[in-house]
């Protein structure tokens, strides 16, 4: 039954990108689906977030949606097919796990790192890396890609020895911003924030924490106070407007309270 629906799927795709298909499925092409392939993964990560399965299913449909378009693409342009994608996939799976599908032993999910990273390098294309930084891509979010830079980086030694160094590091690179600031220097300031910013995504990568999720929660949760604070004042028949700054630091301290509390709401 399984089998079949995947079937279905492919002549689905198949007929929407036929000669009597869908006029806009037709026009797509790999360089028109890439803005909503990267739209479909954040739905998904909000789905994911808000630990909701039944919009889980359908953003992870969304995203298998694109996946089977371009591969649909490729096959019309004889580039290559969905089962080529799944069997290349399978093999890789298959020959990056040889502690499950081979006789390699490991000890822990650590050691399964290094074997996959060790047998990346050799795989065909690998060798045309001049850098161990090579291959991590550039549309990466800012944030997860310099997590990943210094992870590569580490994994070679070029690493700090203990987390005291690295948050020195971060107070370092707060200072430069405040000297730039004083010295009343825009492109310096700016150089100076790029910096601290990836001082702290390495405090986060050292300490095993992901720089970009905490972002986002940081993010949702000022956006849910806020939030709070728009229907509290509200409530108090007023605005954001007609409050000054000490008035409204006031309400957050109340919506911080409200959010221990749990009374906050979503």
Not at 97 to 107: D, I, K, L, R, S
Not at 165 to 186: F, G, N, Q, T, Y
Not at 236 to 248: I, K, V
């Amino acid at each position: 039954m399984e089998k079949k629906m995947f079937e279905e799927l492919v002549d689905v795709i198949a007929t929407l990108r036929g000669e009597n298909g869908c006029p806009w499925d037709r026009e797509q092409t790999h360089e028109s689906l890439k803005s909503t392939l990267v739209e479909e993964t954040y739905e998904t990560l909000e789905a994911i977030d808000a630990g909701d399965p039944r919009k889980l299913k359908e953003e992870l449909g969304d995203l298998l949606l694109n996946v089977m378009l371009q591969a649909q693409i490729a096959t019309e342009h004889q580039d290559f097919d969905i089962y080529a994608v799944i069997q290349t996939l399978t093999e890789k799976l298959i020959r990056r796990h040889p502690h499950v599908f081979g006789e390699v032993n490991v000890e822990d999910s650590n050691e399964v790192v290094k074997n996959w990273e060790a047998i990346k390098r050799q795989e065909a294309g690998y060798e045309d890396r001049e850098s161990v930084l090579d291959g991590i891509p550039n549309a990466l979010p800012m944030l997860l890609r310099a997590q990943k830079i210094q992870n590569r980086a580490a994994r070679v030694g070029f690493d700090w020895d203990k987390l005291t160094d690295v948050v020195a590091k971060v107070d370092e690179e707060l200072e430069e911003v405040k000297a730039s600031i004083r010295a009343d220097k825009p492109e310096a300031i700016s150089m100076e924030l790029g910096d601290l910013f990836f001082a702290i995504v390495n405090l986060c990568r050292f300490m095993e924490i992901q720089a970009e999720e905490t972002l986002r929660a940081a993010n949702r949760k000022f956006v849910t106070r806020f939030k709070w604070m728009e229907a509290e004042l509200e409530r108090r028949g007023t605005s954001f407007e007609a409050q000054d700054l000490e008035s409204l630091d006031a309400i957050w301290e109340e919506a911080k309270k409200a959010e221990v509390d749990g009374n906050l709401g979503s």
